[in-house]
Every structure is written in structure tokens, then in C-alpha cells.
């Protein structure tokens, strides 16, 4: 068996042309310009890498969008003083702020100040809350791009085993929430395995689709796949590559030539999850600039 692979570029291209079709339709209707606030704080390269295509995306659907930088010695009360201008901004209908964040800033504390109204990344308490009852919400952008990719590539959850192997905040807990949903794209009876599982192999193998999301270089080998499951990789990780260029590669957490070998599908890194990420937060931008407009009508 060789995996259908499904390529991120190309569905995440997709969702792009639809939301500046849905942003040309806004300003048709007289509304406002989605507008996003991107915060960057620290030099992390592939923070400053990700929030520069981000931008590039925005304009690409018409969006207008502006980055807020600040060096990593800036004081996390400097930080919530700049969420707190941003939330009164109406220029910005979304708020960014780009993790990680340079030590002795709280992540949390930096979230929470946003506005809900704005929380774009989907990862304000309110907003996992809203999302965790079934009530409207932002999604969080990586989760809601999984679901979009198995939805978009005619795997649709419902009733299947989803294994996720990784519980954090921003990608295994919500992703689970999410798929598990009584709602078009849920229904689906979900196992999160993490840290402490006990025979986790075991437990990967019973994976209809199997999410791996625990920031481990090829850490699902193709012994922990059943034949013709649906592998999605979230992972990105850097490894060393003398031989390129740049003295790395991007990988995941899947051995992926190995378990491409069984799997029925299976996303690439690079070019599988990342580019839907993206494509997600233009989404929430453009929901949240509508939502602006109706309440100003």
C-alpha cells in the first residue's frame, strides 16, 4: 500500500481564495476591511518566519494587517498594555499573539488579556470553553485545520477511532474537543494518549486516524500503524542536515516514508498541517470582522 498523500498547499490554497471571496463580498456590502494585529516579541526565527507569511497571507485575501514588535527584554506589563490598545483598536478585528514568548512572560496571562471578540488563534479560555459546549466560537487554528483536511479529503470522523498522541493546550486537548463534537466534522470517538500511556503502540494501532501532535521527530513508526489508517502529522521539527543549505530539515513526529508504506493517507511535513494553520486564522479573521459589521448595522 502506498498513502494517498494529502497536501496541505493545495487545500489550504482553497480555503484562502474562499475567504477573499468573502472578503471582496463584505466590502461589496460596505463593511469594514478584516484587519489583523500580529504581536511578535523576542528574535525566535521561526516565530518571525511564521508571522511574515501570515502578513504576506493577509494581503494576499485583501486583509489589512500590521506587526507589533518588541525585543525580548520587553516587561510582560509593557505587553498586556499593548493587547489592552490593540483590543480598543477598531482598525483590528483580530488580535495575534505570536508563542512561544521569551521567558518571564506569561503565555497565559498574554491570552487572556485578549479580547474574546478578537481571539482569532482560538485560544482564549472563553473561546475553548464556548468551544467545548457546542456554542459558537473561534476554533483554534491548527485543530480547526486538521478537521478541515480530514473533511476536505473525504475522511470525514464521524464514527471513526481518532488516536491523538499529544495533549497540549494549543493542539491535542481542543482537537479533541472539537472532533468529538455532535456537529458536522465530530462525532467521532476520540483516545488522547500523552507522556504517561502505558503501551501506547497498542493504542495507535486501533486508529482509524491517528493524529501525532507531541513535537517528537519520527516518533510514530510504522509498527505503531495499522494498515490503511489515516495518519495526520502536526509536528514540526527541526533536525540536523549538513547537507542542506541551511544545515537542517523540517520533519515530524511521523517516520514518514515508513508508515506512508501502510498508512491510506498521510499529510507531509512540510506542506500537510502548517500552511492550514494559517489559512485557519484568515478564516477567524474574516468571521470576527463580520461579526464586527453586524453589530455596527
Known amino acids: 500500500m502506498t498513502a494517498r498523500i494529502l497536501n496541505g498547499n493545495d487545500i489550504a490554497a482553497a480555503l484562502r481564495a474562499e475567504v477573499a471571496q468573502g472578503v471582496a463580498d463584505l466590502a461589496a456590502s460596505g463593511g469594514p476591511a478584516p484587519g489583523l494585529a500580529a504581536v511578535l516579541v523576542g528574535d525566535d526565527p521561526a516565530s518571525a518566519v511564521y508571522v511574515r507569511n501570515k502578513g504576506r497571507a493577509c494581503a494576499e485575501a485583501g486583509m489589512f494587517s500590521e506587526t507589533f514588535q518588541r525585543d525580548g527584554a520587553t516587561a510582560q506589563s509593557d505587553l498586556l498594555a ?3 490598545r490593540l483590543n480598543d483598536d477598531a482598525r483590528f478585528h483580530g488580535i495575534l499573539v505570536q508563542l ?19 481571539d482569532v488563534d482560538g485560544l482564549h479560555p472563553i473561546s475553548q470553553g464556548r468551544m467545548l459546549q ?35 493546550n494549543i493542539v491535542g486537548k481542543p482537537l479533541s474537543a472539537l472532533l468529538m463534537q455532535r456537529a458536522p466534522g465530530g462525532n467521532a470517538t476520540v483516545t488522547v494518549c500523552h507522556t504517561r500511556t502505558r503501551n501506547l503502540p497498542a493504542i495507535t494501532r486501533q486508529a482509524d486516524i491517528l493524529v501525532a501532535a507531541m513535537g517528537v521527530p519520527g516518533a510514530i513508526t510504522a509498527d505503531m500503524v495499522r494498515d490503511g489508517a489515516v495518519v495526520i502529522d502536526v509536528g514540526i521539527n527541526r533536525v540536523d542536515d549538513a547537507a542542506r543549505r541551511r544545515g537542517y530539515r523540517l520533519v515530524g513526529d511521523v517516520d514518514f516514508d515508513a508508515v506512508a508504506a501502510k ?27 463580520r461579526r464586527s459589521a453586524a453589530v455596527a448595522a
Open 82 to 84: 499593548l493587547i489592552d
Open 100 to 118: 512561544p514568548l521569551p521567558d518571564g512572560i506569561s503565555e497565559s496571562a498574554a491570552i487572556e488579556r485578549i479580547a474574546p471578540s478578537k
Open 134 to 168: 457546542g456554542q459558537p466560537a473561534y476554533l483554534p487554528c491548527t485543530p480547526a485545520g486538521v478537521q478541515q483536511v480530514l473533511l476536505r479529503s473525504g475522511y470525514d470522523p464521524g464514527g471513526q477511532h481518532v488516536v491523538i498522541v499529544g495533549r497540549s
Open 263 to 289: 498508512a491510506a493517507a498521510i499529510t507531509p511535513v512540510p506542506g500537510g498541517i502548517g500552511p492550514m494553520t494559517i489559512a485557519m486564522l484568515l478564516s477567524n479573521t474574516l468571521d470576527a470582522a
